[in-house]
């Protein structure tokens, strides 16, 4: 019974890496892998029907009651994970109709994935100290000096990746996902397999150095080890200090670096255009070009009260509402003299984010042909074209691909840049060379929807390589 239970909590484990990487797998191995993940936590429960029918009896101490609110905790996230993949799911449960709209399903799936990370991590770390038990005593039972060495050489191990653990964990944008301000989830495809497993192997080494030592701490005896931490204190007042001072010092900092993190991500970004798009300069010698963008401003019914937000594709300036896409062609006109249009359509986008990518994802189902507005350009006289926008479902919007499609390219080159939450190109630009003969330059640039109010350095060395 134990080898079962071990051998199914590795798999477990190992489906934990898998599912965060859907961008690593593609959608259908993401929802097999899913689908066994759920078998397996239904088998654990299982092997563990003794611990289950144990619930009710005997006493709860404060470790106990930690216990069973991180178990409850995670039960209902994987149900409500497994629910949520169900019904966004194109390839297993393709043929279950479930009432829950793709957009809420989506927000509901990426919340609960990244809590049920940590609260499976952390439900690791509750149990740690019972699973390497064994081989701690027997590192402390070697002679000396090598138990010792051996044992604070790990400990000093488990700190450096906790600590690394903590930055992979704002890095991914975790608390982004569990308090549901991303929209969709933030894959960097240029960055290596290796890396990615690392920061979420650390994130989850993290979750068990705060658990195994809060279980340690929380264990039968709390309150003699709080009388002990007083009476050091009071024995100790010099070391007491230090410990206090360096106490309040993390916390400081680490309020400090929260409220950072929260202005980057949460608050409105406002702009001024004098200040973001700089005065450089780069000769086109005798191109003649074209900068065509798409974005929400001028394509959207906003509200009057819309708050504008980075992973929003939205800026504020004085009050004025200015799109990423819109404001990286400023910057490109800025710099090679170029032509100027943007794209707009006569079918609107709602003023909120997520029932635009909502509309976005049926306007790509449905085959959806736009209708634009305003007098398009003619292209005969230009040799290079420019295209911004957006990062909609890993591809180009359907405004820009019908655009692209309808306008005559034939002997032009079209230079890419594209904003995104994280997913960088995805299959945009394969995408494009599929519907036109243009030329299609590997030279291309993707700026995160954060990063495009100070992008005019990247944009002009982008440029400057063509």
Same mark, same amino acid.
């Given at each position: 019974m134990k080898k079962s239970k071990m051998i199914v909590d590795m798999l477990m484990t190992a489906l934990m890496f898998i599912l965060m990487g859907m961008h690593l797998t593609g959608q259908m191995w993401h929802e097999i892998a899913g689908t066994a993940m759920f078998v397996l936590f239904v088998v654990h429960h299982i092997l563990n029907r003794a611990w289950i029918k144990a619930i009710p009896k005997g006493k709860y101490n404060t470790l106990r009651v930690v216990q069973m609110l991180l178990n409850a905790s995670m039960l209902v996230c994987i149900?409500?994970?497994?629910?949520?993949?169900?019904?966004?799911?194109?390839?297993?449960?393709?043929?279950?109709?479930?009432?829950?709209?793709?957009?809420?399903?989506?927000?509901?799936?990426?919340?609960?994935?990244?809590?049920?990370?940590?609260?499976?991590?952390?439900?690791?770390?509750?149990?740690?100290?019972?699973?390497?038990?064994?081989?701690?005593?027997?590192?402390?039972?070697?002679?000396?000096?090598?138990?010792?060495?051996? &044992?604070?050489?790990?400990?000093?191990?488990?700190?450096?990746? &906790?600590?690394?653990?903590?930055?992979?964990?704002?890095?991914?944008?975790?608390?982004?996902?569990?308090?549901?301000?991303?929209?969709?989830?933030?894959?960097?495809?240029?960055?290596?397999?290796?890396?990615?497993?690392?920061?979420?192997?650390?994130?989850?080494?993290l979750c068990i150095f705060i658990a195994h030592y809060v279980a340690k701490f929380l264990r039968p005896g709390l309150k003699r080890r709080l009388r002990g931490i007083a009476e050091w204190m009071a024995a100790n007042k010099v070391k007491a200090v230090i410990c206090t001072v360096l106490i309040l010092a993390a916390v400081i900092g680490g309020t400090l670096y929260g409220i950072s993190y929260i202005r980057r991500h949460y608050i409105p970004v406002e702009m001024s255009r004098t200040e973001t798009i700089g005065k450089e300069t780069v000769d086109m010698k005798g191109r003649k070009g074209i900068v065509i963008?798409?974005?929400?401003?001028?394509?959207?019914?906003?509200?009057?009260?819309?708050? &504008?937000?980075?992973?929003?594709?939205?800026?504020?300036?004085?009050?004025?509402?200015?799109?990423?896409?819109?404001?990286?062609?400023?910057?490109?006109?800025?710099?090679?003299?170029?032509?100027?249009?943007?794209?707009?359509?006569?079918?609107?986008?709602?003023?909120?984010?997520?029932?635009?990518?909502?509309?976005?994802?049926?306007?790509?189902?449905?085959?959806?042909?736009?209708?634009?507005?305003?007098?398009?350009?003619?292209?005969?006289?230009y040799d290079t074209v420019v295209l911004i926008f957006p990062l909609w479902w890993w591809t180009l919007p359907v405004p820009v691909k019908e655009y692209v499609k309808q306008a005559d390219l034939s002997g032009k080159t079209i230079y890419t840049l594209v904003t995104h939450g994280g997913s960088g190109f995805g299959s945009a630009i394969e995408d494009i060379r599929e519907i036109t003969d243009a030329t299609v330059s590997d030279k291309t640039l993707a700026v995160k929807d954060s990063d495009v109010v100070a992008a005019f350095p990247a944009v002009l060395e982008w440029i400057r390589s063509w």
């Open positions: 149900l409500l994970l497994m629910f949520s993949g169900m019904a966004m799911s194109g390839y297993v449960f393709k043929w279950l109709p479930l009432p829950l709209s793709t957009v809420t399903a989506r927000k509901i799936h990426l919340i609960t994935s990244h809590l049920a990370y940590l609260l499976m991590s952390l439900h690791i770390g509750i149990h740690f100290g019972m699973m390497i038990g064994r081989i701690g005593r027997r590192v402390l039972a070697m002679k000396k000096p090598w138990g010792g060495i051996i &044992a604070w050489t790990s400990r000093v191990l488990a700190l450096a990746a &906790a600590v690394y653990g903590l930055l992979a964990l704002f890095g991914r944008k975790f608390f982004s996902y569990i308090f549901g301000k991303m929209a969709f989830a933030s894959y960097d495809y240029h960055e290596s397999v290796l890396s990615f497993f690392l920061d979420y192997a650390a994130i989850m080494c963008s798409f974005t929400r401003v001028g394509n959207t019914n906003f509200d009057p009260n819309v708050d &504008a937000v980075s992973g929003a594709s939205l800026m504020e300036e004085n009050g004025k509402l200015i799109g990423n896409a819109g404001l990286l062609g400023d910057m490109v006109q800025s710099i090679t003299g170029f032509d100027r249009f943007e794209i707009t359509v006569e079918r609107k986008y709602s003023s909120s984010y997520g029932d635009t990518i909502s509309e976005a994802r049926e306007e790509q189902k449905s085959g959806y042909v736009p209708t634009f507005t305003g007098e398009l350009p003619d292209l005969s006289k």
